[in-house]
């Protein structure tokens, strides 16, 4: 067990640099350049300032990323391989830009891999009865969600991601502030608004 916590903090700090320059990028909400990279460990790094820090999830383990999209997890959590969640998935909480609360309210969810120049090499699926999306302005980059997704709050962004199944809003002001077409991003299913 100590080995393998070990193992996990040297890994963590050789993966360190490489998200803290990922996650630079990525200054706006619709921006696709995305903080994931192709590592299967769940890890946190700090910034030079003592107040900020970053953290993502980034697995391909369903139960990791169950936990990471809850309300105790991460403001950026990235698939590294397709997963299946067996039943319902929430999105909840409220996360900020970077994981630094003086910026926006933002999440993200990356269905992708990327090489150092950024370039997508992969695309992941999630396949999932129903997505519930709690977490105000989460954007899902790339890949596919093979199933329904309900949307509970502001802000709900596809960037370059694809949806095999229905989006229904809660409310007609959730549909209203969302972008479902960023970069190519589609919906096979209908859009409705449950209200």
């Known amino acids: 067990m100590k080995s393998k916590k070990i193992i996990a903090g040297i890994g963590l700090l050789l993966l360190s640099g490489s998200l803290l320059a990922a996650c630079s990028s990525d200054s706006d909400k619709g921006n696709s350049s995305s903080e994931a990279s192709s590592s299967s460990v769940e890890k946190?790094?700090?910034?030079?300032?003592?107040?900020?820090v970053s953290t993502a999830s980034v697995s391909d383990d369903a139960s990791v990323l169950k936990t990471a999209l809850?309300?105790?997890?991460n403001w950026i959590?990235?698939?590294?391989?397709?997963?299946?969640?067996?039943?319902?998935?929430?999105?909840?909480?409220?996360?900020?830009?970077?994981g630094d609360a003086s910026q926006d309210i933002y999440r993200k969810l990356a269905l992708y891999s990327q090489?150092?120049?950024?370039?997508?090499t992969a695309e992941y699926t999630i396949t999932v009865p129903n997505l519930i999306v709690e977490s105000e302005n989460?954007?899902?980059?790339?890949?596919?969600v093979k199933g329904n997704i309900t949307v509970k709050a502001n802000g709900?962004?596809?960037d370059g991601a694809k949806v095999e199944g229905n989006v229904t809003?809660?409310?007609?002001?959730y549909k209203d502030s969302?972008?479902?077409e960023e970069n190519g991003a589609s919906v096979s299913g209908d859009v409705t608004v449950a209200e």
């Open 44 to 52: 946190s790094s700090a910034s030079s300032s003592a107040e900020v």
């Open 70 to 73: 809850g309300a105790d997890g």
């Open 156 to 158: 709900f962004v596809l």
């Open 178 to 180: 969302a972008k479902l």
């Open 169 to 173: 809003f809660e409310k007609q002001e």
């Open 115 to 120: 090489d150092a120049d950024r370039k997508v």
């Open 77 to 98: 959590v990235a698939a590294t391989a397709d997963v299946t969640f067996p039943e319902d998935l929430t999105v909840t909480g409220e996360f900020h830009n970077k």
């Open 138 to 144: 989460l954007n899902i980059v790339h890949g596919t």
